[in-house]
């Protein structure tokens, strides 16, 4: 019913920069908020950035100043512009959208499947 896809993971070397972009499709009512979250191997997942469908950003500490989050909202899109990229920043990314559907009465957390960024030192 819902597709939450990410690209634009890869290798780059430190220092370096990636845009990562998410898209939600289906029959969708609205969304609201829109992030991006990490998980590093044998680490939780985190929260790397997030923004509300105003425009309303936030960001984790370690990456503030270097990622930038932005979203379409005609295009149920959000995008991360990662650069001065580190090592400590491999991970695979997920994009995750708090979503309703025409299909249910409220909205529920989707998450896309995931794409790998590594930086290497």
């Known amino acids: 019913q819902v597709q939450v896809l990410e690209s634009g993971g890869g290798l780059v070397q430190a220092g370096g920069s990636l845009r990562l972009s998410c898209a939600a499709s289906?029959?969708?009512?609205?969304?609201?908020?829109m992030g991006w979250y990490r998980q590093a191997p044998g680490k939780q997942r985190e929260l790397v950035a997030q923004?509300?469908?105003?425009?309303?950003?936030i960001y984790a500490d370690s990456v503030k100043g270097r990622f930038t989050i932005s979203r379409d909202n005609a295009k149920n899109a959000v995008y991360l512009q990662m650069n001065s990229l580190k090592p400590e920043d491999t991970a695979v990314y997920y994009c995750?959208?708090?979503?309703?559907?025409?299909?249910?009465?409220?909205?529920?957390?989707?998450w896309g499947q995931g794409t790998q960024v590594t930086v290497s030192s």
């Open positions: 923004v509300t469908s105003g425009g309303v950003a």
């Open positions: 995750n959208a708090d979503i309703r559907l025409l299909s249910e009465p409220g909205s529920r957390s989707r």
């Open positions: 289906g029959i969708i009512v609205s969304i609201n908020a």
